[in-house]
């Protein structure tokens, strides 16, 4: 197989390189790649600040995100617990795709554009059915910027209606600290997407002879949060309403997301896929660790709060007796901490 590349460079540091993927451009042999880049050439306009060398090129395809079959037609990849830094290049968060008779859906795309591309050849190496639809689980960005590769393809942008903007408030931040984390080359060609279309509560996703259903969370992990299930496996894709081993993160809402999580354990589903840790589990039963973490870090709190203490005192002894139970406890806790203490505060 054969895919289409183009060398894209930094417009500051020429020098810093990366071949990048142009989806849709895939052959059996070289010439029918390029036949189809004669046809209908990649328009490169959407790509600000990078600097194209040569024309695009038909190379062999290049290597897939690794994936497992979690459940028939149901593929999910397992990014690092870890933060992103140099070595990960960002590949800190799960997502996965689902194949029906007549299309794929995604759920999320990760930190990079080349996490992107990397899931896009996975997908390709299972199907050539059309990419119809990506489901963005939150606002987060180790979840949304690989995606712009299939927005290329033609795949639908599905997402929170408080999506756009959380993206349009975050993006420039976003970009910045994951350059900074990350190391330039990994971001070569990393943007948001273009266009999001707002998820309806209880929208389904029609694959062929496979449904996805589509749900929207009042504010929880964040204000932003969506699930997906494939009705035909029972396997939920809970983005970071569930994590395992990687700490739960809060942004969004202490007792809001304890709500969620009670009522998300009603959905009828089998296994689920959460955005870190895993890559899949039992379901209701993946989501104890979760919530008795929060409610630790609820009932620590209003302890905290009640004897008087300020924040600055609170906040290192808050749900201290999780520490041993988590990874990366002490690089998200204190910031949990800080984000129930306001919340609770001025209940």
Same mark, same amino acid.
């Given at each position: 197989?054969?895919?289409?590349? &183009?060398? @894209?460079? %930094?417009?500051?540091? =020429? ?8 989806? *849709?451009?895939? /052959? #059996? ?31 062999? &395809?290049? @290597?897939? %995100?690794?994936?497992? =079959? ?8 397992? *990014?690092?617990? /870890? #933060? ?264």
């Amino acid at each position: 197989m054969f895919e289409a590349i &183009i060398l @894209a460079c %930094l417009n500051q540091a =020429e020098d810093v390189c990366r071949a990048q993927l142009l989806p *849709g451009y895939e /052959a #059996e042999v070289s010439e029918d790649c390029q036949a189809r880049l004669q046809e209908a050439p990649p328009d490169l306009t959407r790509f600000d600040g990078l600097v194209f060398k040569g024309a695009p090129t038909c190379e062999p &395809i290049g @290597a897939p %995100l690794s994936v497992e =079959e979690v459940a028939p037609g149901v593929f999910v990849h397992l *990014g690092a617990v /870890a #933060e992103p830094d140099t070595t990960n290049k960002g590949d800190v968060s799960n997502m996965g795709f689902v194949i029906g008779t007549s299309s794929v859906a995604v759920f999320d795309a990760g930190t990079t554009r080349w996490i992107g591309e990397g899931l896009w050849r996975a997908i390709r190496a299972e199907t050539d059915l059309p990419v119809t639809h990506v489901i963005l689980s939150h606002m987060h960005p180790d979840h949304i910027f690989g995606a712009g590769v299939f927005e290329e393809a033609g795949a639908r942008m599905l997402g929170h209606a408080h999506l756009p903007r959380a993206i349009s408030d975050r993006q420039i931040n976003y970009l910045e600290s994951l350059t900074r984390l990350t190391g330039a080359h990994s971001m070569i060609g990393t943007q948001a997407v273009t266009a999001l279309n707002p998820v309806t509560d209880g929208q389904i996703i029609d694959l062929g002879q496979r449904q996805i259903t589509l749900r929207v969370w009042p504010t929880s992990h964040t204000g932003t949060d969506i699930t997906a299930l494939d009705e035909e496996t029972g396997t939920l894709f809970a983005g970071d309403l569930v994590f395992d081993a990687h700490l739960p993160t809060l942004d969004g809402n202490l007792l809001g997301w304890q709500r969620v999580l009670t009522d998300l354990a009603d959905i009828p589903a089998e296994r689920v896929i959460p955005g870190h840790g895993g890559p899949v589990l039992p379901w209701p039963d993946a989501a104890a660790p979760v919530l008795r973490y929060l409610k630790v870090l609820e009932d620590d709190t209003r302890a905290a709060l009640d004897e008087g203490q300020r924040l600055s005192e609170a906040v290192p002894n808050i749900a201290s007796s999780e520490a041993d139970k988590w990874e990366l406890f002490d690089v998200h806790n204190p910031r949990n901490a800080t984000v129930a203490f306001t919340e609770l505060e001025w209940e």
